[in-house]
């Protein structure tokens, strides 16, 4: 068993996983003396140390032999070769491996199967219901990721063949051809032949230009592809412009949510043609809310909203920027339009009656860190009194003991119930870095030291194959957003389908900021985060609980602490205490889910800045309000309270200018020359404008 393990875990670090360290542990009941057991054990691994620790992974690509790999089903075989005659028909001396290749049992890595896959210029799995039920798919499919992380170019190439009523998010987040239609299935082939290269000599020194610039991103939904082919087109024609199309773009195995998310990073100008389709799209809602935040924030970069099609109303956050009307004559429009581009990327002259041209910059990080600075103000307390609340529940021995298996009974409930997405296997999915391990790690404690029935993945080994399979069995996943490496990437992005996917009933991905992340990528600062260690409420709370003798920690936290401090780490008690809010933060989500439509998953800096401001005016308002409130005759209060419940059912306002509106419709019957009430006229009759 020993030698197994250590042969397939070696094989698998030079296939590109990216293990940093095996550990492997003996159970003894004397840990104190080894047994005669112990010492044969010790002694076969230091043999196979000796023949491993100067092996080093092999950096030289492996020679091409073929140019597909085919992984299939057997149940599937008919479709496969009627996909393999029209490749070879299309492409004569094409070189295809097809043979079938059984799992060899005895072998804890498929030596035979992986040897002739690194040969192979693409890796072609057959994706069917029928597919997923093989061991020897999901394992042919496993092994194509690693030899995508080891050649550093985009080897496996899915071809969905057949609908998989739920297909694993894994698998969702990699971009596939679509040959389930037979009538596209020949032109998804042609398209597909385009992207192997038949010099072998340049496969053996390909590497992807991960750092690709575009002048141009054509953002659309699917339902205006025709309309988004007339930009492509009309824009193409002008100039030689490098411009992001996803259908030209998105290459077969390429994690597409990243790809789009770096494209429009990377991009000069983003063309956004809105339309219904369009604001209802989750991913179209994803480009605008970055493309808007590098347009307040960057120089260099522009947005160029079209109106495509009439809508009965556009939110706030997408009139920021000035829509140009192609409603009634697109073609001519979109001329202009591209006109306008083109000056702007050769010449950088901006057409005003294109370009919205502003001096206003909002800075997302200021922003955000207020977003989180009003969460905290608004649900620390309340969080720890929820805590202490479920305690008592959990505890107490003065209720009815057919109370108290009521309550036993709803709290083992929370990791079992569930919900319309089927069966969880774990309440809490962690995904993490090594630089974030110690975090996880006191994070885990204090969620079981709340929690002690709650189910988590956090024993699996990071890089055992079935760990991306915990994260998809997983309720919530706890993302770390700081020194994110390729693995974690993967794990980032499936948190985030899966969010977005709206089909769990409840929020999935709960991300924390351990340090502030950098300029780039973008994306990152803008997925909803409610917990960032490095803020400063956390030190101005300790500082002032200190003052006060207050104390902050409950006995979770202490036992996390003193777990960490026996592995020889210790994090601060800023971190702590903001760890500390994230495992009540966590569990509350969890226990008092409630359902969640299909959204997208990165904030608009524009709506999250009126949001902001909505709540500090009304905050203000309540202020002022308690010192006309106080002028008011008892009785008339309760009038003012009615005349508030008409406000909210017949106008779409928030609660300050509801509360003004009641308000003076007394004060200036009771006192018409108040000065108060003269001075909140005008501004009630500014938020109702607003």
């Known amino acids: 068993m020993l030698k197994s393990i250590v042969n397939a875990a070696v094989n698998w670090i030079n296939a590109g996983l990216p293990m940093i360290c095996l550990k492997i542990v003996v159970y003894s009941c004397n840990p104190q003396q080894m047994s005669h057991e112990d010492e044969e054990i010790l002694d076969q691994f230091n043999k196979l140390k000796v023949k491993w620790e100067d092996v080093r992974p092999k950096t030289e690509q492996p020679k091409i032999v073929y140019d597909l790999y085919l992984s299939y089903s057997n149940s599937d075989m008919q479709k496969v070769k009627e996909i393999e005659h029209l490749l070879k028909k299309e492409k004569t001396d094409i070189k295809i491996f097809s043979e079938h290749q059984e799992l060899n049992k005895e072998q804890a890595w498929q030596t035979e199967m992986f040897d002739v896959m690194v040969t192979c210029a693409r890796i072609v799995t057959m994706l069917s219901p029928q597919y997923l039920e093989s061991r020897e798919c999901l394992e042919q499919y496993n092994l194509a990721m690693c030899c995508n992380r080891r050649t550093s170019r985009s080897v496996l190439a899915p071809f969905y063949i057949e609908t998989i009523p739920s297909m694993p998010s894994y698998m969702c987040i990699v971009q596939y051809f679509d040959v389930r239609i037979r009538e596209e299935m020949l032109q998804n082939c042609k398209s597909f032949l385009q992207l192997i290269t038949i010099d072998y000599t340049k496969i053996d020194n390909q590497v992807e230009d991960k750092d690709k610039e575009y002048d141009v991103f054509i953002s659309y939904s699917h339902e205006n592809s025709e309309k988004a082919m007339i930009v492509l087109k009309t824009l193409s024609t002008l100039n030689s412009h490098r411009i992001f199309y996803d259908r030209n773009e998105l290459k077969a195995g390429t994690l597409w949510q990243e790809k789009l998310y770096e494209s429009i990073d990377k991009s000069t100008c983003m063309v956004a043609l809105l339309s219904p389709e369009y604001l209802q799209s989750a991913v179209c809602q994803e480009e605008y809310s970055l493309a808007i935040t590098k347009h307040f924030q960057e120089g260099d970069f522009r947005l160029v909203p079209m109106c495509i099609s009439n809508m009965e109303g556009i939110p706030q956050s997408y009139s920021k920027v000035h829509a140009v009307d192609a409603r009634q004559d697109f073609e001519g429009t ?12 050769s010449m950088g002259f901006m057409n005003p009656d294109i370009f919205h041209i502003d001096q206003t910059t909002i800075d997302p990080d200021e922003i955000l860190f207020k977003y989180r600075e009003q969460y905290y103000q608004a649900n620390y307390e309340k969080l720890i009194e929820t805590r202490e609340k479920l305690k008592t529940i959990t505890t107490s021995a003065t209720e009815s003991k057919q109370e108290n298996q009521r309550n036993e009974q709803q709290l083992e409930s929370y990791h079992t119930d569930t919900g ?20 996880a790690h006191f994070l885990h404690h204090v969620i079981e ?7 988590t993945n956090f024993s699996l080994n990071k890089n055992d194959a079935g760990f991306m399979e915990s994260l998809e069995k997983s309720r919530m996943i706890i993302t770390f957003l700081s020194s ?3 693995l974690e990437v993967e794990e980032l992005h499936l948190a985030l389908f ?9 929020e999935v991905i709960y991300p924390i900021q351990v340090v502030p992340p950098s300029m780039r990528p973008t994306y990152l600062k803008l997925i909803p985060c409610n917990v960032a260690c ?5 030190k101005d709370t300790i500082v002032k609980a200190q003052k006060s003798g207050q104390t902050l920690f409950d006995q979770a936290v202490l036992d996390a602490s003193t777990d960490l401090i026996a592995t020889g780490t210790g994090i601060s008690s800023e971190i ?7 495992a009540d933060d966590i569990i509350s989500l969890i226990k008092h889910s409630s359902s969640v439509t299909k959204k997208a998953t990165l904030l608009n800096i524009v709506e999250v800045k009126q949001f902001i401001e909505d709540k500090e005016q009304s905050q203000l308002g309540d202020v002022e309000l308690d010192k006309i409130l106080k002028s008011i005759p008892s009785d008339s209060k309760e009038r003012v309270v009615e005349r508030m419940k008409r406000l909210k059912l017949d106008q779409k306002l928030n609660m300050a200018t509801i509360k003004m509106q009641a308000v003076l419709a007394l004060s200036s019957r009771n006192n018409p020359e108040s000065s108060e009430s003269n001075k909140w006229k005008g501004q009630s009759k500014s938020c109702v404008i607003l």
């Not at 979109?334 to 990327?345: E, G, P, Q, R, T």
């Not at 490095?534 to 956390?538: G, P, V």
């Not at 702590?576 to 994230?582: H, I, N």
Request: charged fraction near 15%.
């Open 334 to 345: 979109c001329l202009v339009v591209c006109n306008a581009i083109n000056s702007f990327i």
């Open 420 to 439: 319309p997405n089927g069966n969880y296997q774990y309440d809490v999915g962690f995904s993490y870095g090594e630089a974030n391990k110690k975090y």
């Open 449 to 455: 030291g709340r929690w002690p029935e709650v189910v």
């Open 484 to 486: 994110l490496k390729f």
């Open 498 to 506: 899966r969010h977005r996917g709206g089909t769990t009933g409840h």
């Open 534 to 538: 490095y803020d400063l409420h956390w």
């Open 576 to 582: 702590k205490l903001a760890l500390s809010m994230a």
